[in-house]
Each structure stands twice: as C-alpha cells, then as structure tokens.
C-alpha cells in the first residue's frame, strides 16, 4: 500500500524560504517519477517540480532557480526546497508520483498522491 504523507507548509513573507517534505511508504523509488503539484481553488492542479529515477530534474518556468526539489532514497524522503517565495506560490502543494517516466506534466498521470500541505505567501 503506496502512502505519501506530506509536512512543512505554512503560512511566510514573500522573499523568505520553506522546504516541503514528503516521507513515502509502501515503495522505492526505483521505475518512478515522483513530483510536486499546487492547486488553489478553483484552478487545475498543476506541476512543480519532478524528478525520475536517474534523478534527472524537470522544473515549471514558473519556478526554474526559485525552487529545488531532491529526494533521499534511504529515507524514502522527497524534498522541495522553495526560495525567493511570491505571493503567486501560495497553494495547496501535493505530493505524488507514477511508475515509470516523467515525461508526463498532467497530473491525471500521477496515480499517488498525498494529502497536501498548505502553503501561503504574503
């Protein structure tokens, strides 16, 4: 049984850091491609960051040299490390992953996600 439990969110001043952590379970990592997506309402959820199995890294433009995301195979751990945060980055940030690839951007290809952690920037 796949869980992926998200932390670290909160409420910051744009300018300053957060780093987001999804601990996952159930798994590894080999043959994934695990991410993170936000939503805010009434929006499409969207791609963030992700990264494969070879931990080659794909980023949205959005937040290309703002936000980092990495991942500790040992402790079965996803991070993203966000910088320089916008009010525009404030959302619902999902943890998930899809065996295989990560040529994938729609999350309707992710078929494991995490409850979310809240992040808001003002």
């Known amino acids: 049984h796949v869980q992926l439990v998200e932390s670290g969110g909160g409420s910051v001043r744009a300018g300053t850091s957060l780093t987001l952590t999804c601990v996952t379970s159930?798994?590894?990592?080999?043959?994934?491609?695990m991410g993170w997506f936000r939503q805010v309402p009434g929006k499409q959820r969207e791609k963030v960051a992700l990264?494969?199995?070879?931990?080659?890294?794909h980023y949205s433009q959005s937040v290309k040299g703002r936000f980092t995301i990495s991942k500790d195979s040992a402790k079965n751990t996803l991070y993203l490390r966000m910088s320089s945060l916008k009010p525009e980055d404030s959302a619902m940030y999902y943890c998930?992953?899809?065996?295989?690839?990560?040529?994938?951007?729609?999350?309707?290809?992710?078929?494991?996600w995490g409850q979310g952690t809240q992040v808001t920037v003002s």
């Open positions: 159930g798994y590894t990592d080999d043959g994934h491609c």
């Open positions: 990264i494969g199995s070879d931990r080659a890294t």
């Open positions: 998930a992953s899809r065996v295989g690839s990560c040529v994938y951007d729609d999350y309707r290809r992710y078929d494991s």
